[in-house]
C-alpha cells in the first residue's frame, strides 16, 4: 500500500523550467508507542522498524518497498549513468596497502582496479616478484565476503587472516601456512572490531579477545558485553584455548593484546565507558604469570607506541591535551610514566619505534608532519614528504633498517614508500597512475568564524578553471576525537570533474587540535559540532565559492548524524542532504550493538541532564512539519551491526510522514552490506553514481561526459 505524494522537481538553473514528478513513498504502519523520561512524553511511532531485517519479514517488505521508490526515482536521473561510466574509469587504476614485513618477507594488498576485493600477496625480498596468498574475490557471489585484516607470525610462516561476511563487525579468523599456501584447520569465531589479535614471538599460537556467543536471532542487534581475552595454541580447537584475561566485574570493558617485538611482554589494553583507560602486563617469560596493571585513569587517552627491551612507550593526554609521548619501566615495582617527548603546539597524532628510532605523526592545522626522535626523545630530524597530504604512521618493527608508509592528499592517490632508517632515503614504493590529471585541481585551506567566535579551517577543493558560484559537496564528521585529513577518494573525482566543489570542514568534536578541540564538540558542547558545520556553510555562500540553492552536505555514521541534526535546525541553508549510516534516535543509540560505547561523546540517555540535551538535536525527534527541507538521500545498509539500520529507518519514516516541501526524502539500503568496510568495489561505484546525480540534480549541476 503507497501513500502517493506529488513532488515538483524543479531545476535549480532558472533557465530551465520545472518538470512535474510523482514519488511513491511506501506507507509506514505507524505505532502508539510513547515513553516517558524525566516528564517529558517522546513519541515513538516507528519503533518497529529496529526490528532485524533477517527476522522481522515487515521490516524487510518495508525496506523493498522502500527501494522500489528510490530506485525508480534514480533511473530518472539523466547523470546517473555518466556518473557511473566515468567512476569505473576512475577506480580502474592499480593500488596498493601498506607492506608489512615479517622474517624477511613482505606482505602487502593489492587491487588491479576493479576487484571487488583486494588481493593479498607476499614477496620473499623487497624487489622480488609478487604472489598471491589469498584472493577472497570467489568466497561469494555477490562479491561481498572480504579479507579484513592480517597478521604474519613473527617469522613470516604463518599468516593469522579474518574473514568479513556481508559488511558486519563480526570475524572469523583462520590461519594459512605461508609456505604451501594450505589453511589450517584453526578456526576462531565471535571476535568482533577487527583484528583483536597478537602472535606469540615463537608462533606456537596468539592471543586474541572476543565475546560471548550471542543469543540466535540476536546476533546482530545485541550489546557487545563481556570481552574476554584466550590464547589459541595451533592445532588445538577453539573450545580448549586458554582463558587469559577477563573483568567479570566490568562487562563493559573490552580487552585487546599486543605482544612485544621480542615477544617478552603481552601488553592488555582494556577501554571502558567515561573513557576510562587501563593497561596490564603478562611477563611471558614466567609460566603462569598473572596482569599486573601498570596504568589505570579515567578521561585520558593512552596509545601504545611499542617496545624496547623492558621499556613500553605510550602517547597520551596525561598532562598533555595535544599529546606528549612517556615511556614505562616494566621492571619498577611502582612503574611511572617518565616523559620521552613533550607536548608541542602541534597534535601528536601517533608515534612508532622504528629501526631504533620513534617516528611521531604530528598534526599541522589537519596537514601532517613525520619527526624523528632517539629513543630517549632527543630531535633527530624529519621525514621529507612530498607534498602537503597525510601520513597515517611509519610502519615496522624496533630492528628493522626500513620503514613503510602512505601518502595521499585529495588530488594524490594513495602511494606508498619506504623510507631508509639508516640514509633518511624516501623512495616509492609503489606509485599509482589513477585515469585522471592531479594538476588541474587547486587545494586550499581557510579559516572561517563559527557562530561563538572559534576559528574553524576548511579545506577547498575544486579545478582551477572553476570560478564564482559552483555546486558544492560539504563534509565533516565532528566526533570521537577523530581528525579529517585529506584523503584521497576516485569518487571525488568524479564530483570535482563536473565543475564541482569539495569543501572539508574541521569542525569540533574531532581530533584536529587535540582534547580541547574534541571536548569543545561532545556531550553538552554537541551543539557547536552543529553551529561549526552551518558556519561553514554559511562562509561557502558568503566567500561566492558557491551559492544559495548549490550546496549539498554529506557525512557518515557521526557525520550521518551531523547531517541530520543541521538539516532540521537550518533547512533553508542547504539544497541537498546525503547522510549516510547515521546515528539518528539519540534517546536509544546506546541499546543496541556498539552503541555503548558512544555514550562518552554523546552522553548517557538515563541520565536527566544528557536526555534533555539529546531530544534537543536527535534527528528523528525534531523534523518540523510546515518547513521547505532540502533533497534527502539517506543511505544505510540493511545489515549494519555498528549503527543499527533501524536508525535510519526510523528517520525515513519520520521524513516521509511530514509535510516538508516538495523535493524528495528518500533512502538507499544497500543488501549484504555494513557499516562500509569489506564493501565491494562495484557497490561502491553504484552508490556514489547515484549519490552524486542525486545531488547534481539539486544543486543545479549540468552533468556531461569527460571530454565534451
Not at 508507542?33 to 515513538?44: C, L, S
Not at 583507560?277 to 596493571?293: G, H, I, Q
Not at 584523503?487 to 574531532?510: D, K
Not at 555514550?599 to 538535536?617: C, H, I, M, Q, T
Request: proline share 6%.
Amino acid at each position: 500500500m503507497y501513500r502517493h505524494a506529488l513532488v515538483a522537481i524543479a531545476c535549480l538553473m532558472s533557465t530551465t523550467a520545472a518538470v512535474a514528478q510523482t514519488i511513491a513513498y511506501p506507507e509506514t504502519r505507524t505505532v502508539p508507542q510513547v515513553d516517558e523520561q524525566f516528564g517529558v512524553k517522546v513519541a515513538d511511532p516507528y519503533r518497529w522498524l529496529e526490528n532485524d531485517v533477517r527476522n522481522d519479514p515487515q521490516v524487510a517488505a518495508w525496506v523493498a518497498a522502500e527501494n522500489k521508490a528510490t530506485d525508480a526515482y534514480l533511473s530518472t536521473l539523466p547523470g546517473r549513468d555518466i556518473f557511473k561510466r566515468r567512476l569505473t574509469a576512475l577506480f580502474d587504476y592499480e593500488r596498493f596497502g601498506v607492506p608489512n614485513r615479517e622474517g624477511g618477507r613482505y606482505f602487502y594488498s593489492r587491487n588491479s582496479g576493479l576487484q571487488n576485493q583486494s588481493v593479498l600477496y607476499v614477496r620473499d625480498s623487497l624487489t622480488g616478484p609478487g604472489r598471491v596468498l589469498i584472493d577472497p574475490n570467489g568466497w561469494s557471489k555477490d562479491g561481498a565476503t572480504a579479507l579484513a585484516e592480517w597478521s604474519p607470525s613473527k617469522d613470516g610462516k604463518k599468516l593469522l587472516y579474518s574473514i568479513q561476511d556481508g559488511g558486519s563487525d563480526w570475524r572469523k579468523l583462520r590461519v594459512l601456512d605461508v609456505d604451501t599456501g594450505r589453511i589450517l584447520d584453526d578456526q576462531i569465531d565471535w571476535v568482533k572490531y577487527g583484528l583483536t589479535a597478537s602472535w606469540a614471538k615463537d608462533g606456537s599460537g596468539f592471543y586474541y579477545s572476543r565475546f560471548p556467543t550471542p543469543e540466535k536471532g540476536q546476533e546482530f542487534q545485541s550489546q557487545n558485553l563481556n570481552s574476554r581475552l584466550y590464547f589459541h595454541k595451533l592445532g588445538t580447537p577453539q573450545s580448549a584455548d586458554r582463558l587469559v584475561h577477563e573483568r567479570p566485574d566490568q562487562p563493559k570493558y573490552t580487552l585487546s593484546p599486543s605482544v612485544t617485538d621480542d615477544g617478552r611482554w603481552l601488553v592488555i589494553g582494556i577501554d571502558g565507558p567515561g573513557n576510562h583507560a587501563e593497561y596490564a602486563v603478562v611477563d611471558l617469560t614466567k609460566p603462569n604469570d598473572r596482569p599486573r596493571t601498570i596504568i589505570n585513569t579515567d578521561d585520558v587517552d593512552w596509545g601504545l607506541s611499542g617496545a624496547k627491551g623492558n621499556t613500553l612507550y605510550f602517547t597520551t593526554t596525561q598532562g598533555a591535551p595535544r599529546l606528549r609521548v612517556v615511556a614505562i619501566d616494566l621492571t619498577s615495582p611502582t612503574p611511572t610514566p617518565r616523559e620521552v617527548v613533550a607536548e608541542d603546539k602541534a597534535v601528536l597524532g601517533g608515534a612508532n619505534l622504528v629501526g631504533q628510532r620513534l617516528f611521531a605523526t604530528y598534526l599541522v592545522d589537519a596537514k601532517t608532519e613525520v619527526r624523528r626522535f632517539t629513543l630517549d626523545g632527543k630531535p633527530d630530524g624529519t621525514i621529507a614528504l612530498p607534498g602537503i597530504g597525510t601520513v597515517g604512521g611509519v610502519g615496522g618493527d624496533l630492528d628493522d633498517n626500513e620503514g613503510f608508509f602512505a601518502f595521499s592528499s585529495f588530488a594524490t592517490p594513495t602511494t606508498i614508500y619506504r623510507y631508509d632508517v639508516a640514509t633518511r632515503a624516501v623512495t616509492p614504493w609503489a606509485q599509482p597512475k589513477a585515469a585522471f590529471d592531479p594538476a588541474r585541481y587547486d587545494v586550499r585551506q581557510r579559516f572561517y568564524t563559527s557562530k561563538d567566535g572559534t576559528k574553524v579551517p576548511m579545506f577547498i577543493v575544486r579545478a582551477k578553471d572553476v570560478t564564482g558560484p559552483a555546486p558544492t559537496l560539504l563534509y565533516a564528521y565532528g566526533g570521537f576525537n577523530i581528525p579529517v585529513l585529506p584523503g584521497f577518494s576516485p569518487g571525488r573525482i568524479a564530483w570535482l570533474e563536473q565543475g564541482g566543489v569539495l569543501a572539508v570542514a574541521n569542525i569540533r568534536g574531532g581530533g584536529e587540535y587535540g582534547k580541547a578541540w574534541h571536548d569543545g564538540g561532545k556531550l553538552l558542547n554537541k551543539q557547536n559540532v552543529f553551529d561549526d558545520f552551518i558556519g561553514a556553510g554559511e562562509d561557502l555562500i558568503a566567500q561566492g565559492i558557491t551559492g544559495k540553492g548549490q550546496l549539498a552536505i554529506q557525512g557518515g555514521s557521526n557525520g550521518g548524524l551531523l547531517v541530520g541534526a543541521v538539516v532540521n535546525q537550518r533547512p533553508d541553508l542547504f539544497a541537498a542532504a546525503l547522510p549516510a549510516v547515521g546515528v539518528m534516535d539519540m534517546l536509544r543509540f546506546d541499546r543496541f550493538t556498539a552503541g555503548r560505547y558512544w555514550v562518552d561523546d554523546y552522553g548517557v540517555p538515563a541520565k536527566e541532564a544528557d536526555f534533555r540535551n539529546l531530544l534537543a538535536y536527535s534527528p528523528y525527534h525534531n523534523v518540523k512539519a510546515g518547513v521547505t527541507y532540502p533533497a534527502i538521500l539517506a543511505t544505510t545498509a540493511d545489515t549494519d551491526d555498528r549503527v543499527v539500520p533501524g536508525h535510519t529507518f526510523k528517520y525515513t519514516a519520520m521524513l516521509q510522514s511530514k509535510d516538508i516541501g516538495p523535493k524528495p526524502h528518500l533512502v538507499r539500503i544497500e543488501t549484504r552490506a555494513g557499516h562500509g568496510s569489506g564493501k565491494p568495489t562495484d557497490k561502491v561505484i553504484e552508490e556514489t553514481a547515484d549519490l552524486w546525480a542525486f545531488i547534481a540534480k539539486w544543486t543545479g549541476m549540468q552533468v556531461k561526459p569527460i571530454g565534451q
